[in-house]
């Protein structure tokens, strides 16, 4: 599990940094008139985090703009914490499992901090973004998963048994388009 320590999952300048290295490699791109790499950063205190000024035509923008971070009140980091987390899930996870993983208990209070609620948006907001293209033709038609199994006693099983791991990935391909049908999510967190 050495991947979940990365920075860009616990730390939001890192998110942001890795956020914009993985869409802009070529340097910012101003989505409003296309130019590449003509923006200043914006760093006034009350300024948003990641805010750039187009040179050309004088329009801010951000990276979130047009991704499914994009107006959030959640900070990137969780966001790309929660989407390792629903992508290495090779059975699933749930809302409330993805509220724990995400947020600590506060040692004062003794209670979970963040909400189920704001987990269960985020978990159908990524399950959304997956149904989306280019990442829905890549689950489209026959999806077939690489999965190996280690351990001792998977030999000792015939039949049906012996499947077992790859079935569990299939279903987690499945999972994913079904839960793809549904709609965006418009509410705001
Ligand atoms: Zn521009």
Same mark, same amino acid.
């Not at 290295?21 to 006034?44: M, Q, S, T």
């Not at 987390?85 to 724990?100: D, E, F, N, P, V």
């Not at 901090?113 to 890549?138: C, D, N, V």
């Given at each position: 599990?050495?991947?979940?320590?990365?920075?860009?999952?616990?730390?939001?300048?890192?998110? @942001?940094?890795?956020?914009?290295?993985?869409? @802009?490699?070529?340097?910012?791109?101003c989505p409003h008139c296309g130019i590449?790499?003509?923006?200043?950063?914006?760093? #006034?205190?009350?300024?948003?985090?990641?805010?750039?000024?187009c040179?050309a035509c !004088?329009e801010?923008?951000?990276?979130?703009?047009?991704?499914?971070?994009?107006?959030?009140?959640?900070?990137?980091?969780?966001?790309?914490?929660?989407?390792?987390?629903?992508?290495? &899930?090779?059975? #699933?996870? &749930?809302?409330?499992?993805?509220?724990?993983?995400?947020?600590?208990?506060?040692?004062?209070?003794?209670?979970?901090?963040?909400?189920? !609620?704001?987990?269960?948006?985020?978990?159908?907001?990524? !399950?959304?973004?997956?149904?989306?293209?280019?990442?829905?033709?890549?689950?489209?038609?026959?999806?077939?998963?690489?999965?190996?199994?280690? #351990?001792?006693?998977?030999?000792? !099983?015939?039949?049906?048994?012996?499947?077992?791991?790859?079935?569990?990935?299939?279903?987690?391909?499945?999972?994913?388009?079904?839960?793809?049908?549904?709609?965006?999510?418009?509410?705001?967190?």
């Amino acid at each position: 599990m050495a991947t979940i320590q990365a920075k860009h999952y616990h730390d939001e300048d890192a998110a @942001w940094a890795h956020l914009e290295a993985l869409r @802009w490699p070529d340097g910012p791109v101003c989505p409003h008139c296309g130019i590449i790499g003509e923006a200043f950063k914006l760093n #006034g205190k009350t300024t948003r985090k990641g805010l750039r000024k187009c040179v050309a035509c !004088r329009e801010p923008f951000t990276a979130t703009i047009g991704t499914i971070f994009e107006d959030s009140h959640i900070p990137l980091h969780k966001w790309l914490l929660a989407i390792h987390l629903m992508c290495s &899930s090779k059975k #699933g996870i &749930s809302a409330h499992q993805l509220w724990r993983n995400l947020w600590d208990v506060d040692p004062i209070s003794g209670k979970q901090r963040g909400s189920y !609620r704001t987990a269960w948006f985020m978990a159908h907001r990524i !399950r959304w973004a997956l149904g989306q293209e280019p990442m829905a033709s890549k689950l489209a038609g026959i999806v077939e998963v690489d999965d190996t199994y280690v #351990g001792g006693k998977q030999r000792l !099983r015939a039949g049906p048994g012996r499947t077992g791991p790859q079935h569990s990935a299939w279903q987690a391909a499945r999972t994913i388009r079904e839960s793809s049908r549904c709609s965006r999510p418009s509410a705001r967190r």
